[in-house]
């Protein structure tokens, strides 16, 4: 198993410029989440999903598009990016609740 | 709005020494995790506690949950070097998705 895959594992963008954030897992896993951790604030939820075509926002959902239309796969929309957008983003999974996740290996972005 | 606290931030040990660090949170719950990250480097699973009393250990680590006091704590025994990282805990904010709120760590150095 190759676990949860994040790509690109780094990117730079300018301001107002889209990308996708890309997060698979082969684990057969259930839930899914993305999180951005920046210093001094551990991780914050950004989305989430408990299943295929299921999901919610999180804590900081502004600025930022998920889907989930296959179990595998929970991509990450930046729809304009700022520069606050600027972190470190963790995708990760978990088999059910009261498991606990595996994260992926997470994608630096600066946006300048 | 769940809120989780932990102190301390930062800690500062030496090799064969005990230490406990504290995870407190503001809502009811019964589902708490404790991850470590290394720096620059994804997070780690250490931990799931899932009742109140639970208790788990992992070598020189232990974590213990108490649900009515809302706190858990992860105690370090007879620290060694390879222990200096950054510790999470997490707790499950709704019972049954998975929703986690992180504290904002603490990072631990063992000096030799």
């Known amino acids: 198993n190759a676990g949860v895959t994040q790509t690109p594992k780094f990117q730079v963008l300018k301001t107002g410029q889209s990308m996708t954030l890309q997060c698979a897992q082969d684990?057969?896993?259930?839930?899914m989440s993305w999180y951005r951790q920046d210093p001094g604030m551990g991780l914050r939820l950004i989305h989430y999903?408990?299943?295929?075509?299921?999901?919610d926002q999180g804590e900081v959902p502004n600025g930022y598009n998920v889907s989930r239309s296959t179990t595998e796969d929970f991509p990450l929309r930046l729809l304009s990016a700022a520069p606050s957008q600027t972190s470190v983003y963790f995708c990760?999974?978990?088999?059910?609740?009261?498991?606990?996740?595996?994260f992926g290996s997470g994608t630096r972005l600066t946006v300048v | 709005e769940l809120k989780v606290e932990q102190n301390p931030l930062f800690l500062s040990m030496q090799e064969g020494k005990n230490y406990t660090i504290y995870c407190n949170y503001s809502t009811t719950s019964d589902r708490l995790y404790w991850y470590r990250q290394d720096p620059g480097k994804s997070l780690e699973s250490l931990f799931v506690?899932?009742?109140?009393?639970a208790v788990k250990q992992e070598g020189r680590l232990m974590a213990s949950l108490d649900t009515k006091a809302r706190l858990s704590t992860l105690h370090i025994t007879a620290a060694v070097h390879d222990l200096s990282a950054t510790y999470f805990c997490?707790?499950?904010?709704?019972?049954?998705?998975?929703?986690?709120?992180f504290g904002t760590g603490t990072r631990l150095t063992i000096i030799p």
């Open positions: 506690l899932l009742s109140n009393g």
């Open positions: 997490a707790v499950d904010s709704n019972f049954g998705n998975e929703k986690l709120t």
């Open positions: 990760a999974s978990s088999r059910h609740s009261g498991y606990g996740y595996t």
């Open positions: 999903s408990v299943g295929a075509g299921i999901t």
């Open positions: 684990m057969n896993h259930e839930y």
